[in-house]
């Protein structure tokens, strides 16, 4: 196969001129790439803008839920022995509790017996229920159990009787209480526990001993713990009992199952730990470090688009450096309307501006907080709130919260400035990618022809240097045959 190269025939450096002709065609695609640049700096930069518009939304409207402004916290003269938690709406308020009993779970252990040893088989029943062993002053003898609120069987048998085998099945069970075996000097435990506080949560444990010849201290029935019947089995050694917490709140008695009281006030949940030998003041009032902490993240959500619109219009005359929006007059425009707004006025509060509670706008557009004239307005919550939550269904003097809003979600809309910025943009990067294609797709037919052109010229000039070496060979011999 025969080896070319373009420009041997001729002598020409073709792959130069080509190259230089087809970068000449090649100067439009270049001030493409530079806008397409610039296209793609600006859709950044807005892009930056919409995610920021829709952080100052989201900072705008917490600020006008009520629940934003409603929030309590709970404090306590003795935490140690009693704290709340805001579990709902609650109101500011102040009241006295006393603790004098805490809940607790019934539990109970059996008689040491040697670690191994055979309990015996059968079956063992547990019920839960309530054990009235009336009062102080009139206590009943022996305590009455109430009808079972649940009942459960486990069947021990032959070769599944040590004290771990019994507590594994207990447990198993689901029977309400849990079963755990204690190692002591004395060799093994078998203690049995309700597994919620309360007088409600206590058990009965009754024994069916399949070895008829045991007595009611031996075999199964040691595990048997029925003080109703009589003192054998579990019931012959100390037990304690399931009871209530119970206090009083400005001295009117409550009571709860376990050492959490939820329900007495409303949207308020206590939690006991100790008995009080004195009084403890539980205080609810308003949350105003949340209330401080959302108006904080509504300023700061403004001056981060604030700064974002400011140096992308701006021109820094030092470095004569335009910014990437500098003269765009969607970005112009939005910038002024935002600081429009922030300037304007509310209607329905005593506080008509942003600046009269501390928020005051500084040259340039950025808000800074005056620390003293906040905790003034926060002392004056409710008008504080109607500053920024009024509705007049009017834009122009609605509260802030809800212009601001509004206003976010309006350049965020599908007709939106901001979107349709956006879409302007992206539509612009498709025209310029596909004048782009244009230009390449006519430099490749331009590079191709005139390849093909200096192919064909470059074999021209070959084929005439060729014939020229031939005549000149010719007449050399002619003139060495004729001398």
Known sequence: MAVSSTGIGSGLDVTSIITQLTALEKIPLNKLQSKATDIQAKLSTVGQIKSQVSALSDAAFKLTLDGSWNGTTVSSSNPSAVTGTVTGVAAATTFSLEVSQLAKAQSTASTAVVAGASMGTGTLTIDLGTWNHGTPLVPI??????????????????????????????????????????????????????????????????????????T??????????????GAFGMAANTYSRGQNAQGTINSIAVTSATNSLAGAIAGLTLQFSAITTAPVEVSLTADKATVNKNIQDFVTAYNTLNKSLSDATKYDAETKTAGVLQGDATAVGLKSA????????????????????????????????????????LANLDNLKTLFTANNSNPLTNGFGL????????????????TTKTAALEAAATRNTKEQDKVNARVALVEARLKKQYSALDAKMGSLTALNSYVTQQIALWNRSTG
């Open 403 to 418: 212009k601001v809003k509004d206003f976010a979600r309006g350049l965020l809309a599908t007709e939106g400035t901001v």
């Open 216 to 229: 009611d201290n031996a075999g199964l029935s040691r595990l048997a713990f029925d003080p109703g019947v």
């Open 141 to 214: 003898a022996p305590p009455v159990f109430s009808t079972p609120s649940s009942t459960v069987s486990v069947s021990i048998g032959v070769g599944e009787d040590s004290l771990a085998t019994i507590a594994s099945k207990i447990n198993d069970a689901n029977a309400g209480v849990t079963a755990t075996v204690l190692k002591d000097s004395s060799g093994e435990r078998l203690l049995i526990r309700s597994k919620s506080t309360g007088e409600e949560s206590g058990f009965r444990i009754t024994v069916a001993d399949d070895d008829t010849v045991n």
């Open 338 to 377: 935002l600081l429009g707004l922030m300037g304007s006025s509310s209607v329905g509060s005593s506080f008509g501006r942003l600046a009269e509670v501390g928020l005051e706008i500084q040259l340039g557009g950025a808000i800074v907080v005056s620390g003293s004239k906040l905790t003034s307005a």
